[in-house]
């Protein structure tokens, strides 16, 4: 069975299914790429960065230091959680549409029996079982990677954020260690 014809079975919300199963998969090769890049030298990327703000800020009062340090680990989180939204959003959704599919093709299969009166043909009745279980199917099966790829991407950038929070105070204490001493 060819891609086209097992979306045409599922009736019209299969159509809205596959278009979201098109957005997750580019959102989760685009961030596989983003962290696989990062990976290897994700302390080379991430550290060369901040030390580059740090040089741009040294000169500057602790405090502002610690401002613009904190502000570009900011920015270097929601630059590794861009698009992850999307995922989150697939993840809530497709279930519902889902079982909307399945609400749907119920209702056909009932509309088919209740029209065709003392004569209950089968082949009406599955016919609509059939669109509601492979809706529901459909749903799941781009719902669950996307919610896995979500939690999965979301811990990494737990880790990293805290690798870099961790890069931040030891570069303010260290800072403020050259501080006192040159008070002294």
């Not at 703000?53 to 680990?73: G, M, N, R, Y």
């Not at 093709?105 to 209740?114: D, H, S, V």
């Not at 929070?165 to 030891?170: F, K, R, T, W, Y």
């Amino acid at each position: 069975m060819k891609l086209i014809q097992f979306i045409n079975l599922g009736g019209p919300i299969n159509w809205i299914l596959a278009v979201m199963l098109c957005f997750c998969c580019c959102q989760i090769f685009e961030r596989l790429f983003y962290f696989g890049q990062t990976f290897h030298n994700t302390k080379k990327f991430y550290l060369s960065r901040m030390l580059r703000k740090i040089d741009d800020v040294k000169k500057f009062p602790f405090s502002e230091k610690k401002k613009e340090l904190q502000k570009e680990v900011t920015l270097i989180y929601y630059e590794m959680n861009r698009g992850l939204w999307l995922l989150n959003f697939i993840s809530a959704v497709a279930p519902s549409l889902g079982l909307l599919g399945t609400v749907t093709g119920l209702i056909g299969a009932f509309q088919g029996l209740a029209g065709s009166g003392s004569q209950v043909n089968i082949q009406d009745l599955s016919g609509g079982i059939w669109e509601a279980m492979l809706t529901t199917a459909f749903g799941m099966v781009i719902s669950i990677p996307s919610l896995f790829f979500y939690r999965t991407f979301k811990r990494i950038i737990e880790k990293r954020t805290m690798r870099l929070g961790l890069l931040v105070d030891e570069e303010l204490a260290e800072s403020e260690t050259s501080g006192e001493a040159k008070n002294a």
